[in-house]
């Protein structure tokens, strides 16, 4: 077993999984900030975790997942690939789940009508030097012109996740950017010497 056939696992259960330049490029992040600890958002199978874990021998991640079955299944496959023992696991909504430190790098990959929540009470957790990303900020491309035929449920979906790039990226306290890979990948930093999160949970 290895992560390519983890990966064909995920494709063919219908599990989504981040897209490997996402992959990529958030291991350029983590390289690029100089990550030791990673805290993830959405473990879902485990393949994005066990991705980094495999790439960076250094870093510790610890990743929460609500839905049983899937961590269940998770926590299987980390005792096959996951050697050097890099990943904690955890089961449980991550809006009921307080983080025990500051973490170099945040992963927001869950629920995506919940980016702002999710921002809200993490970004408090990520030290002045790492950085957040958030994954499907332009869901498989879908723009309000498109989705007409959609459900009203997905059609919120996708307003909610536009309302808040609009909303992020005219906040005063951070600096955004969007990388352009897999379907859209949403970097949040601290503007430099700002104080406004630190320790604070803002529900
Ligand atoms: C896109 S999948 C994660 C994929 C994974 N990061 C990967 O690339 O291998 C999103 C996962 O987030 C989980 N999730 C959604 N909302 C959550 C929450 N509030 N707390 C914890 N997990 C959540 C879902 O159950 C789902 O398995």
Known sequence: MNLHDLKQ?????????????TIEAISKEITLHHCFSVLEIGTAIGFSS???AHKHENLSITTLEKDEDRYEEA???????????????????????????????????GAKASNQRFFQRFFPFLKPSGCMLIDNIDFHGARDEDIQHRSRQFKKMIHKISEFESWIKQHAYVNVEKLDVGDGLLKITHKPHDTHFYGKIVQ
């Open 9 to 21: 696992i995920a494709l063919i259960t219908d599990i989504p999984i981040m897209s490997d330049d």
């Open 75 to 109: 926590i299987k496959y980390k005792s096959l690939l996951d050697q050097r023992n890099q990943i904690k696991m955890i089961c449980t909504d991550a809006f009921e789940y307080s983080p025990h430190q500051m973490y170099d790098c945040i992963i927001i990959d």
């Open 50 to 52: 066990l991705s980094l």
